[in-house]
């Protein structure tokens, strides 16, 4: 129901934000897919999907599921689908919350900003919690960590491309103050070049913790 009605509410929308697939959305263009909360909801939605052909599979062969006769190269793979989606969530709600929320203009926008950075991380929690899965290894993290720096890169080749920064604390310029239309000042510019490597070392950091936490 989450995820239908999710959609429902991007296609019948002009105004709501780009979706990450056009057929799903044909009046809106592809801008989007760059930020991390939708590729991890994407992400969220598709681990789900897998898992349930899992346990289908599972009940339905007594007790071997589908997964067990997969090479283990996809098992492995299978494993580091489950870490990301066990810890990018928490990774995703922590860097909303703390650096770019902003106040919430209209339902759909609560409504949609909620779902992606509070209950990506409740499902998240459902998926260690209630599972038989056993704790990641630590190699995982190391794979977490070039997901992210490769993520990075795609944040750079979407400024390449677009012209324009996925987030503002990726920006190098320096910090630009002008005065906004209700009277605050606001940053047109970026953050600067050492506040840049402070936010990308931090979030590094940040995914160690969590990865550290979700293994106990």
Known sequence: PEIIFFLHQYV??????PLPFPFLSPHIPVTNLTTSP?????????????ASIHTFSYALHGGTPLLNRFPRPLQALHYLFYSTITTFPFLVTIVYWSILYSQFN?????????????LNSAFGLFEILFTRINPAPWIHL????ILL???????YVTYATKGY???NFLNP?????????DGEEENIGGVG???VVGYVFGIAAAICIIFGVVKG
């Open 106 to 118: 209209s339902t759909f926008s609560l409504w949609s900003n909620i779902s992606q950075h509070g």
């Open 193 to 195: 070049k050492g506040a």
């Open 149 to 155: 720096a490769c993520y990075l890169g795609l944040a």
């Open 173 to 181: 310029d320096a910090p630009k103050n002008v005065m906004g239309v």
């Open 12 to 17: 019948s929308s002009p105004s709501s934000p």
């Open 38 to 50: 939708v590729l991890c909801y994407w992400g969220i939605c598709f681990y789900f999907l897998i």
């Open 142 to 145: 190391l794979w977490l960590i």
């Open 165 to 167: 920064y996925v987030y």
